[in-house]
């Protein structure tokens, strides 16, 4: 007989696609699920970031911005600047706004702020806008404050507030900062005043913790990154950092890209799990078109007509659930950012974007074809006597052909998830641990079985059947074992990060942390500064260090300007980081190598380096670091490493210099201070009353804002992961559905026999019982192992999960995985004998 051609082909494929899609609506459930979150993911992560670039001169505040810390630039650095255009000043630091005469007395006495002076050109770009009115220059007596500084001290336009030795009154409520995500990472609300309103404060003093920065509208045409590379070379000892418009948010934008990342793979592995309910799926279709498929060979079908049709039907529905995943995925994104709202750094409007979508439909089609290959290869390979003995002497090898296909499919997947990761070893590691799991998972499958095999038989009939289910002909223990210990593994998985990240929130504040953090105290004001929280708190503990901003601009001979990426985790080599000097070891720090110096040294600069930046860096005791302060370069070698104790809350610096090198620049002290917490209104009014100028946070505020973060994280991670266990879920149907014809087979033999409903029911939850017991232990580790990595290598946080919760989950996990592979059983204890063996 001649082969089918391709529309004669079509043509049976369309008629049996017409009576049903029974079997073909899991392969379109798991598809859509698994397509539908990347596409929303990749859509969502491009969305955000091409906001932030596409408004990166009104986020960055011009086309270039220099900006440098504890000084203003001179009259010739600001001259160079001018000669490459427009330029604007705007100067920023924190401190604390007192409220006056706001007519109620219940808020709280001062908040700590942002506070922006700002020059007539400011904003060069965008528009500060007002929740009424219209935003024009500030007298040097006026202030803008934002919606949350006005709710938390109770006050509104016309109400005077009080900044260091200076009254402002309030001019109106800011609705808008046209740059504040350029701004980064802030501990309270923005308030804007003019440069020479800011001078009349007094907090600009010598070694006060302020950052200046210096924005330039260049001519149309410019390339900006030339230029800032320009600069960067000329003022390469100036101590100035450099961004352009083509980078305004770095830090918002990577860490925009990586949670992106891990969610898109989370997204992945969600369809890599869906793949196997795509086989499942397509199994039980086939099935189901058994006597078809061997009628169509009797009647002279070659394997490549059988191909062909059942590819065409499957290929249809695969399709059409790609789409409609693409069209909810591309339509998603504007729904979560209503609902994320302030959370997101930029609210981007409607758009799509064809790479993301691109990227999802590639991975759908691939893992379609991919989980397709195996089961449609049995059914063009098989004879007919062999196809209709399949459900009593299923064949599941493959051909080399069917072999080839599905290597050369797992391998465009890699070659797609490793070449649109930002980081490719990460991106590999999580798909390695999930084939790992998937492989171990089928190898506990056969081995179940073969053990099951071997077993004495128990004299209970049930438990004899139970356990004859898990190695009879067509049994589907492997693909039951991959379903309930994939489902099980990510509700540990689940547990083990939130209850992680909820200790991470509680070890952020230790037993004994400080109650406030106390900047910009005068330096020659030390012994006043301890006697006045003495005073107001007698049994306080104190710990004062000088602070002073640096930037590590070379090391080891090679400076940082001329790398082209940083060395992976060299988070302290992105712009500048606090600096101390200090005589002897500072609190919370363990010495690891190499010696400190002697109190009174005052020799050549020497410096102590946290161990892990050493180790980054690859440094050792005796190298040199080239460290920029307040625009001088100063060359250290390196006399010692330290293990810094970073969750102690007190003051750790990655660098410490010996007292020489740094005593004699002008810089502030800052404190921490450890007291009973009813005694921190008192010690904070006195402060402000002596001491104008400084800045008081309050540990609780720091916590509340760390923890907000975190549990964002945790919402995000716990959504995306939930489509992964809508995943497992699926491949449980489907191995409970590819195996029906089999138990339909059995519940009619067993009823003939004179078994009742709750018998067959009670002998099939006795097999998903054994099978859960067999894999709690299973997938306790391989759950707790894989939050292990999220929270320690990913987000380099604390390990420490609560097993109490991790284990009710567990059990709570297999409860409801049982519950869903019952409710599957339930349709077969209504089939009538009769009807059945018909049908059979």
Known sequence: MRALGLQASWSIA???LNAGLRGLRLLFVCLFLGVATLAAIGSLTTSITS?????????LGGDIEARMSQREASESEKQTLRALGTMSETIRLRAMANAMGAGDTDGPAAVLTELKGVDGAYPLYGTLLLRAGSYAPLPADRILIGEALAERLQIKPGNALRYGTATFTIAGIIAEEPDRVGEGFTLGPVAIVSLDGLRRTGLIQPGSLYESKYR???APGTDVEALRKRLEDEQAEAGWSFRDRENAAPGTSRFIERMGQFLSLIGLTALVIAGIGVSNGVSSYLAIKRGGIATFKVLGATSADIERIYLMQIGTVAAIAIACGLIVGALLPPALIAVLGDVLPVQPGFRIHPLPLITSAAYGLLIAYIFTLPPLDRARTLPVAAILRAHVEPR???DRRSVAGVVLGVLA???????????PLFSAAVLGATAAVLGLLLLLGWGISAIAR???????????????NLYRPGAQTSALVIALGLALTLFVTLAGVQTSLTAEIDRTVPKKAPNQFVLDIPSDQEARFRQIVAKEAPAAELNVVPALRGRIVAYAGQRVADMEELPEGAWFLRGERGVTYSATLPEGSDLVAGQWWAPDYAGAPLISLDEEAAKTLNLKIGDSMTVSVLGREIEAKIASLRKVNWDSMGFNYVMVFSPSALASAPHSLTATITMDEAQGAGVTRALLAAFPGVSVIAVAEVVEQISGLLEQMSGAIVAAASIAIFAGVAVLIGAIAASRQARSYDSVILKTLGATRWQILGTQAMEYALLAATLALVSLALGMGAAWYVIVQVFEFGWAPDWGV???TLAGGAIITLGIGLAGSIPLMSLRPSRALREL
């Open 454 to 468: 071997r077993v004495p038989r128990p004299r209970r009939p049930l438990w004899r059947l139970a356990i004859a």
């Open 216 to 218: 330039v509208r260049v």
């Open 413 to 423: 997947v890699l070659a797609i998830a490793l070449g649109t990761a930002r980081e």
């Open 14 to 16: 369309r008629r049996d």
């Open 806 to 808: 991790v284990l009710a």
């Open 51 to 59: 906001e932030i670039s596409a408004r990166g001169q009104t986020i």
């Open 396 to 398: 599941s090898r493959l």
